[in-house]
């Protein structure tokens, strides 16, 4: 346990020293245990397990470009993200991890508990076992708070699913090497610093938003934290009902026309092989690329495989607003291209804006000059995090919550509404309902902190 | 309006009297319209619309038979059911249309008041437009009481979906040829005679299980009237917590291994033509058959299709017992073949008893003896009603309540769990968690009356 987070930071700095680990890139043909398959260019393993990254045909997407293909990462394995929660003195605590993956900014980051592929569980990597795994194996000890399937990134994914759970345990654990009780205040903080608290962790958190937000006793104060309170007491102080929200949410899935066929890879048009890497031919969106990993603290030492990397930072932000006094956030139905059920409540704002550069201005992602020309007293929370660091190298996103002013416009188009923080965790307890960018930043309203000065 | 359930049968006779409707068998390989394709043996219409029928290869199913192949309706297109609210005098009334189906037992059944694939939808059938749509379009008057994307039958259907709406208005209604109003109390009673109300309205229903339990108000009566009312209290008085609920559907999706694939019509193991239809080997499950429909009350008057013919009734039936005088229902957590996402909450029971008898006692449907060999004084409901008769000829199922004594188990086995009124008729409000045979159920509990004599 850490008395506050500079303490926390002394031992962080002593875990990344003892820690020894390097990625490097190495080109895509030359990648150990991956096959070009000389068929249809497909990437996959040799053993026929991890993921393959294949091509995707979309059309009719309803976004400013209708049609594209790409790469696409495919993973039908669905894994365990699982924290332990526990209480000490009263107060929740949550056993994190610092873990080493091959595409984090920085190398080392908090991770969950455990964070387990299915091929960690049935020991295809051939390493050691997942310590505190039988936490969230059944029959198991302890309360579940939440566990649920949730998506992940729909432009880098077809249809994956991870299992996020959060199980509280009253008995003694013992804390591993690299792992580490951080109280839900603690987390609040840390969630403030760049690339430190890894996405697996900011998703499961999402679960927690709940239990936290019932502890958020401002309620009465006019200010950003009342309006927030406000916005999770069950007063019917909302702008639309949960069945109208659901109404909603069916209607945009109705009109969602987005089809999608799987093709060969070596076929995906305006991308092409160079350098080692399969690039988009105006640098935009991602690379794949091939990478070397050594490490002396993963169930195996070294390995090579395929990542995402992008080219540009990605924006993604939820315009709030006070209706009434109560924070209402601006939810988009978004048609995502991997979605297992194609339409996702995602955030007002979710894009690289660079993949916009040679596109005519009126086709800019709606609400993005609204994120990005925000006055500065209007930004309750703007943090870089980056997204998952064993499949995306160095993917960095600019996370964003604004509060627009009385005078922005309440009615807005077919496929956004305004909803209450309530009405977003009832719908986070269900799968298919929010996407990962709008539960990460679901999760930074659950933790929120004023910066202290 | 009718005065009672008599003046409703004397206006229903006379409907039945003025529409004139034929359905005969044809052999498959005769019908007009339709083509069995040379490469694959799959049945599709000649525009490419409507539906195909294909062949499905499913393995790891986790029930007494593992693999087996099967036909298949693929219709990806989703359409809408309606049911259009109207309260007079304070009485809520529900616009229901007596209209033909090919595959009705007795031709005419009671729909929802719109009923409408997307072909209807976009004039494919080159017909006459749908009446009452513009009240399930966007924007449309009224008030929204349900609308969620809803699963069809995962044994017959891949992936199927339907958007089930309930809305409600103010205004005053036309009321055209075939349609009638009936209150909530009178469907209460329809739905307990055989083959009368049809599944399209059955499956919309469960929508208004919630509004429909809030006036029950049999909390404090020592019956099983009560004990349904306590069901649907939100007194915390359950079981397990809705988190537990929702931890042990998720864990058993983590445990479902079914895969399933599409393959050739042509080449499914088990299945062969003759006599002009396409037929199991030892006469189980169903049939794809040919038929011929004439009518003079629908938007195309002749016409010709495949329908899957089951070859016996099925059973669909919840065991419900009294916990501390709360009604629970035991839902099965099923692999269902055809379901979009794997695995739906069900019935207790849900077969085809026949499929079973070539098998050892040993692989009988757990529970399917406490359903069919209950006292007559512990079945609460029992009544035969068809399938839906667009796809299904004459396909009908037993469906029962049965409630159990104190003396059986609360230790059910893992793929089971209790639940009260209160959690599935929240679960119904989310897309892809409870099958159509459970909606179905969960209506007949909200529909609920004892017999009058």
């Known amino acids: 346990m850490f008395a506050d987070t500079a303490e926390f930071h002394v031992w962080y700095a002593e875990r990344v020293r003892a820690q020894k680990y390097q990625t490097s890139k190495v080109p895509l043909d030359e990648l150990d245990g991956w096959i070009t398959d000389p068929a249809t260019g497909n990437l996959r393993h040799h053993t026929g397990k991890f993921f393959t990254v294949e091509g995707l045909d979309v059309t009719r997407s309803g976004r400013a470009v209708e049609a594209w293909q790409q790469p696409i990462i495919i993973q039908p394995e669905r894994g365990v993200l699982g924290i332990l929660v526990k209480e000490f003195d009263g107060v929740p605590h949550c056993l994190l991890q610092v873990k080493f993956e091959p595409g984090n900014v920085n190398g080392l980051q908090l991770s969950p508990t455990v964070q387990a592929t299915r091929s960690n569980l049935t020991g295809v990597h051939g390493g050691r076992s997942v310590p505190y795994l039988e936490y969230f194996s059944s029959p198991r000890p302890g309360r579940t708070l939440s566990d649920v399937l949730q998506s992940e990134q729909a432009s880098w994914f077809l249809a994956k699913r991870n299992r996020n759970m959060i199980v509280q345990v009253d008995d003694d654990v013992p804390v591993l090497d690299d792992f580490c009780w951080l109280s839900f205040d603690q987390i609040s903080d840390l969630l403030r610093e760049p690339n430190l608290v890894n996405m697996d962790t900011r998703t499961v958190l999402a679960g927690a938003v709940a239990r936290r937000l019932d502890e958020y006793a401002f309620a009465t104060v006019d200010d950003f934290r009342g309006a927030l309170a406000r916005s999770w007491a069950d007063d019917g102080d909302q702008l639309h009902t949960t069945v109208e929200l659901l109404s909603w949410f069916t209607e945009a899935k109705g009109r969602c026309t987005l089809t999608r066929e799987l093709i060969p890879l070596s076929t995906v048009t305006g991308w092409s092989r160079r350098d080692g890497a399969l690039s988009h031919h105006r640098e935009q969106h991602f690379s794949v690329i091939g990478v070397d990993v050594q490490t002396d603290n993963r169930e195996v030492s070294n390995w090579q495989q395929p990542m995402f990397e992008p080219r540009s930072q990605g924006v993604i932000a939820f315009l709030v607003r006070r209706v009434h006094g109560v924070l209402h956030l601006l939810v988009q139905a978004r048609f995502e291209t991997g979605a297992f059920d194609g339409v996702e409540m995602a955030p007002t704002v979710q894009c690289q804006p660079d993949n916009y550069r040679h596109l005519p201005a009126s086709s800019a992602p709606l609400f993005l000059a609204d994120v990005l020309d925000a006055a500065p007293e209007r930004i309750r929370f703007d943090v870089v995090h980056s997204e998952e660091g064993g499949r995306f190298y160095h993917a960095q996103n600019r996370y964003l919550l604004i ?39 679901l999760t930074f309203f659950g933790f929120y902190r004023e910066e202290t000065s």
């Open 403 to 441: 509060e627009v002013g009385d005078d922005f416009p309440l009615a807005v188009p077919d496929n956004y509404a305004w909803m209450t923080l309530r009405q977003l965790t009832e719908f986070v307890r269900y799968g298919n309902h929010l996407n990962v960018e709008a539960r990460i930043l």
